[in-house]
């Protein structure tokens, strides 16, 4: 399996606050096999055709389809891949590129939480490993606190540090949607 970094294409003026950073997947500028626990993103990559029938494909349960914004599934056709076939068989070649459409509705920041707490969703799903219902609380309950503190701190941050106040949210507040997702699933 190969693949290499994808760039945003914008169908729409991007907002002034939202940065190129927040939609290219890159694992840098060297041709490399990938680590372990670096994966590349579906929207560039590719797989020998016996190799994907092998490992019984991407998984349906997972990913985009119709209405539904799933997650995972490249993820976890590579760690079937690894498994079957060896820890050194996901390179990434920086020459390999695409551009991936970034529509308007991805550029605000509902999406970002939907979109973080949506992957938490996922979580055992595609890494299969079940933490069990107390620990996810925890991790959960650490998560509400840390969204609470960083956004009550949100009026002493430096701007500049950030950009816009958007960007502080974006990097330092909804990543941590992710373990309350992962929680919140657990419980339905």
């Keep these: 399996m190969v693949g290499g970094p994808i760039f945003p294409y914008y169908q729409t003026q991007k907002p002034k ?3 190129d950073k927040y939609e290219i997947r890159s694992q840098g500028v ?5 680590d372990s626990d670096q994966y590349l993103s579906a929207s560039n990559l590719a797989v020998r055709k ?6 019984g494909g991407f998984d349906t349960s997972l990913g985009v389809s119709g209405n539904k914004h799933g997650f995972g599934e490249e993820v976890k056709l590579q760690r079937l891949i690894r498994q079957k076939f060896g820890a050194d068989q996901v390179g990434y070649d920086p020459r390999i590129t695409v551009k991936h ?3 308007g509705n991805k550029m605000n920041i509902i999406y970002f939480i939907q979109s973080r707490f949506g992957a938490g969703r996922y979580h055992e799903k595609i890494y299969e490993d079940n933490i069990g219902i107390i620990k996810a609380g925890l991790k959960a ?3 509400v606190a840390v969204i609470i503190w960083k956004t009550v701190k949100l009026p ?3 701007v500049e540090e950030y950009g816009y106040w958007q960007n502080y949210l974006v990097e330092e507040v ?3 949607f992710y373990e309350i997702g992962w929680f919140w699933q657990k419980l339905v």
Excluded: A
Excluded at 50 to 55: A, G, I, L, S, T
């Design 30 to 34: 060297k041709l490399k096999t990938l």
């Design 50 to 55: 016996d190799v994907f029938r092998k490992v």
């Design 156 to 158: 002493m941050v430096q």
């Design 174 to 176: 909804i990543p941590n």
């Design 17 to 19: 606050w939202f940065k």
């Design 141 to 143: 309950l650490r998560s």
């Design 101 to 103: 459409l970034v529509p």
